[in-house]
């Protein structure tokens, strides 16, 4: 019911930002609550930020509080992970996912994108 496609990631060395952008067809966009979820090699898949419907809600994995911020503009259909202070654990492939209804802090979603890398250097 609805497509993502991600975008934004790359190579960073540790300290650095960057951001990442997640766009989504359909006119349903505001009746999604949206997260990002990452998985790194070898690794479970893992939730790591979630924003309500409204964008009055979100939520974050304790390993990024303080560092991602995630935002949503339903005039634009996008969802966005701002990513600062990365560390080498970040690396992973960044996937942004949309279910119906309430936001979770769970990989329990039911639509993703096709993943972007990002890969943080020592």
């Known amino acids: 019911q609805v497509q993502l496609v991600e975008s934004g990631g790359g190579l960073v060395q540790a300290g650095g930002s960057l951001r990442l952008s997640c766009a989504a067809s359909?006119?349903?966009?505001?009746?999604?609550?949206m997260a990002w979820i990452r998985q790194a090699p070898g690794k479970d898949r893992e939730f790591v930020a979630g924003?309500?419907?409204?964008?009055?809600?979100?939520f974050y994995a304790d390993s990024v509080k303080g560092r991602f911020i995630i935002s949503r503009n339903n005039a634009k259909n996008t969802v966005s992970l701002q990513m600062n202070s990365l560390k080498p654990e970040d690396t992973a492939v960044y996937y942004c996912?949309?279910?119906?209804?309430?936001?979770?802090?769970?990989?329990?979603?039911?639509?993703w994108g096709q993943g972007t890398q990002v890969t943080v250097s020592s």
């Open positions: 359909g006119r349903t966009f505001s009746s999604y609550a």
């Open positions: 924003i309500s419907r409204n964008g009055g809600t979100t």
């Open positions: 996912a949309a279910r119906s209804g309430i936001v979770v802090t769970s990989t329990l979603y039911d639509y």
